[in-house]
């Protein structure tokens, strides 16, 4: 019954490597989110999709993509993975009404070697 | 670039005692929300102050908006261990994509003592 899970919790990889983190949530909400949450706790907003539509698209990298195949799930594919990357990475997601509060899931921590 | 300053970064009290953390902010809102996050876990949404209220309780939680200083104070009463957390600010803006957006602050590390 988890509102917003995000798998896998943990991911160490190489540098270079190409990864996938996945997002699903059951709250039947319209818009979804990926933050990342730099060492020093500095939570960043990187992504929102509302209704399969990308409507925030902050200054990230392109090697990173968000993929939703419906409105219950964004994933977020890496390419090219550097040691910068690491961080941990929170999905979200809210009814699609402006301001509205966001459903967290538990986070990735993804460390670069 | 980053909208809420918390203030102080680290509070350390005793067990029922209460808490104050401070929010900070740089441009127009349409409502500001504060966050808990455990060690190692997601964000939890604690309350919401539109940009036209300037104070609201639930349960242990005041929490105050002062658009005209931009800044915002969030009081935990009569702390409990459970309550050592980060607690975070977000500000959403009051137009376009940035009203679906919420900016984060830096937190206040709070530690609540037994």
């Known amino acids: 019954d988890t509102a917003v899970s995000q798998t896998p919790k943990y991911l160490v990889t190489q540098m270079g490597n190409d990864k996938s983190i996945k997002c699903e949530q059951n709250l039947g909400h319209d818009t979804m989110y990926w933050y990342k949450q730099d060492s020093k706790k500095f939570l960043k907003i990187m992504f929102s999709?509302?209704?399969?539509?990308?409507?925030i698209n902050e200054t990230v990298p392109n090697r990173f993509s968000p993929k939703s195949p419906d409105k219950a799930h964004l994933n977020l594919h890496i390419n090219s993975l550097e040691l910068g990357d690491s961080a941990v990475y929170f999905c979200?997601?809210?009814?699609?009404?402006?301001?509205?509060?966001?459903?967290f899931g538990p986070g990735t921590r993804l460390t670069v070697l | 670039s980053q909208q809420g300053e918390e203030d102080p970064q680290a509070l350390s009290i005793q067990e029922g005692e209460n808490a104050t953390m401070n929010c900070s902010y740089k441009?127009?809102?349409?409502?500001l929300q504060w966050y808990r996050q455990n060690s190692g876990r997601g964000l939890v949404h604690l309350i919401l102050i539109r940009s036209n209220e300037r104070e609201k309780h639930s349960g242990r939680l005041r929490v105050t908006l002062d658009t005209s200083k931009k800044s915002s104070s969030l009081l935990i009463t009569a702390s409990r261990a459970a309550d050592t957390a980060s607690y975070f600010c977000a500000t959403v803006g009051d137009s376009g994509a940035g009203s679906y957006q919420l900016t984060f602050g830096k937190g206040t590390k709070l530690s609540v003592i037994p």
């Open positions: 441009t127009s809102i349409n409502n």
């Open positions: 979200a997601s809210s009814r699609a009404v402006p301001g509205n509060e966001q459903f």
């Open positions: 999709y509302n209704n399969k539509e990308l409507i």
